[in-house]
């Protein structure tokens, strides 16, 4: 029941109304069980086209009797003798959809025998349609059965695209905060414009069009949501490429970190492993056993020594070989590293685009420095441009937002600890060192870019503010391998394992993985309490 | 700048404690006189409505007060021989809603062997179209609703096998928007209820991987309003449902840190009716069997430990899940 405000009434009103409503009842009670006497019978006939139709005015989510309507509708099409008053029944049972929709413009069942009935009858008028869907668009502009509808009709009859793009336009500037029109737009946008050469979303001229339009949208109204989502959209509308990020040999295992989720069948295809110039062609498994991953790993049986020769061979999206090479990091443990950015490319005018509406951002939040809006878009805008550049002042940025916008304190927070780690991770990745430490005073709340340290021995986590969250990541550590003596022996003992919080029961469960996967996580199985949420009174066993 | 948001304004006087006991009243009663006039005008949902009621009865440990004789036998007379599919009420056709309505109740009564298991089986492969997707029955419409309904009512029988999942996937990511949410079919508007069935469907698939967690997040808890309700897409009044379809989203993306709590829980708690119990849609509305169950779900996700806990993907009670050994993937953060 949605949007049903509840009335106090006298005692005798409530007692008339209750008198209608059992009349209301018994009525309604007695014509349903005619429509099912009837249908039980076999008699699909007018009567019974009638009695579901009277019902369905005032109900018409009753789904039943939709079907019941179909199925004589069915019967009379392949009846010769209807053959000339078919199209009569079909517009007749549009007129009874358009009525049900008046009533409730937002019943499934209604929109769906519109459907049905066009793609039933031989003669589809899809013009009609169409206004119908603009006459119902003006009434609520955001229903989306209606927008839904349109798109079915679109299909249909297949006018230009441009058309559809241009009634967007139309629909956005009667009002800006229509996002169902700004939706639309982006579906029509990558189809209208797609950047074919360059493989970005969107061709450069109207990427930069509509980020101008954009802006002016959500400049109108600043508060007004609508128009930020979208312009969010185009800022990330970027090229988007898989990396390799770190290669790992240890004396027991191999084990790769990609950027972002891969599948073995990429693996497999794309990644290439030589040990002292011979080839390796390891079953190569993930590190959580699901089909896609950021770490895959193979127990290999070469032994490993000192002064081998070992490299690795990536086949990237743009054709190019990417050879790395794996140096002795420790004494038995040979890592490689790949590429690394977080920052995103744009074209050149798009690029100075950016920079004027960063200009443009900065005057408004000069006048309203408190517009989570505009705070949030120039603070997006600068990452977006140079993140190294601009790295303090979007953090500073982002510190304010949590006092302006306390209702997402926990999204600034993280959001806070990705870009601090990927600013941190510049520098971590031209070390050679196998330790993974937070190198700036704020405290983070999350593990970002977890695969990038995989190949780390030791790992500080302590003194943040991580909640138990995260521990089902720390998977993606499978070089970590600092711990006190218990520990250790714990190890020896059951040589793989992951501990796991589940993270809906209340309990923590201790997980045994019985795979390639030996996870160390030993400074936090001796030292839990820096898990901001983490309560354990009994003692862990392993 | 003239604009207003649209939400709500929560009154002093509104219930700021959980009234458990009349909720556990109010769905005991709901129901009982069958010639009362609401009941009888929803029969055509009344697979669901037993699944609202039963789960919230569950996650308040009070399903005892639930008829569950009746209710098994009301199920089994409720499926189709045929099509092997069930329908919301006798009289009524099967539909794929309901049969997961029914399968959700019985799982939670431990009664799967109340039905012709293989009959459901059947009944949802045979909707699954060739392009993955699944109609909601015979008839033919198409939406990822069917598509969660599919993948759940499968997976608590243990026969996820029977359907093509890499298919099934395919489809719900062919309905991922600009903003990373998703709609009801390929091209549809994102909606919070629709982000939940999707985001569940990976889920149960073990595919979250290949969702747009950050960006999809954001926009959920972007839902948030000054009243600390959510609604289900930008520029929308509040409304307790998305309490659930948000905020369970967000726990399958592990991010439920990402919107206010406390103001979450205010709101959810205003929305009770503080003489019948139930809870409504906002605050002062009529309420109803499934704003009661997702009030309660919602507060269980927020770690209100008078209720039961609730898993995120199948809004069920944690215990089931686990009787099941049904792990339902959430995602690494």
Redesign the interface.
Known sequence: ??????VRTSEEEKARK?KE??E??KI??NV?QKI?FKRNEGELDQELLELTGNVLTS?P????L??IR?EIIIIYKKDVKMKENMSKLYDSELQLTEYCLKINPKS?GSW?QRE?VLTMRPDPDWKTELSLCNKYLKLDE?N?HT??YR?FVINQCQPALKEEFDFTTEKLFDNF?N??AW??R??MLVKLYPDVEGGRPIEDSHHKHELKMVQSAAFT??????AW??Q??LL?AVKNSVDLVVSSVTTSKSFLTFSQ?VSKEFVKSKVQIFINKTLVTPDWSSC?G????KLWLFKHNVSIEAGMDIKVEFDKENGQKQIVSCVPAETLTYVGKGNINFQKYYSEPVLKELKDQLESCRQLLAMEPDNKWTLLTTTIFLNCIDAKLYHNEVIDNLKTLQSID??????YE?LKT?WCIENQLYRDYESNDLVYRVSFDDKIT??PHLQYYSHCEKVDLTNQNL?T??L??L?LLQNCKVGDKGVRQARCECRSFVLCLH????LPVFALYDTLCSLLICDLLTNFAFFTDFECDYDLVL | ?S?N?KDVILKEDRPKTLLLQKHSDYLATYGQNK?D?EF??TE??RMSGIYWSLTAMELMDQSSRMPKEEIIEFITSCQDKESGGI??SI???P?MLYTLSAVQVLAMYDRLDAIDVDGVVRYILSLQQEDGSFFG?M???VDTRFSFCAVMALSLLHRLDAININKTVDFVLSCM???SGF???P?????AGLIYCCVGTLSIC??M??LRA??L???L??R?L?S?GLNG????LP?LCYSWWVMSSL?ML??I????KK?LEQFILACQ?SETGGF???P?????P??TLFGLAGLSLLGD?SIK????TYCMP?ETI?KLKLQP??L??
Not at chain 1, 221 to 226: F, G, L, N, R
Not at chain 2, 257 to 260: I, K, P
Not at chain 2, 284 to 288: E, L, M, T, V, Y
């Open positions: 029941m949605h949007g049903r405000v509840k209750e409503r059992q209301k009842l309604f009670k349903m099912q109900n989510d009753i789904y039943t939709w079907n179909r499934y769906h049905w955001r989306f927008w839904d798109r905060s996002y169902s939706h639309y982006s579906k109204d600043p508060d007004d949501t609508s989502f979208y969010r959209w990330g989720y959580t699901n089909h896609y991953d306390k209702l997402r304190t926990g999204y993280d990705r999350c593990l909640t969250k995260v089902p990541s998977i993270p809906y029961s209340r | 700048m604009f948001v010639d006039y009888c005008m055509y949902l329908s919301a009289g009524h056709d539909h029955d008839w033919g419409e928007n600009f903003d709609g009801s079919k091209g549809s508007e994102s909606h073990n595919r991987d290949a950050d960006e997040a954001w926009w808890c972007e948030q000054p600390g897409r930008p520029e929308k409304d726990s592990n991010r840190h990402w919107v206010d103001s009716d409504s849609d906002r002062g509305d009529i309420p109803d499934f704003h430990t806990s609730v898993n995120p944690q686990d993937q959430v690494h953060i």
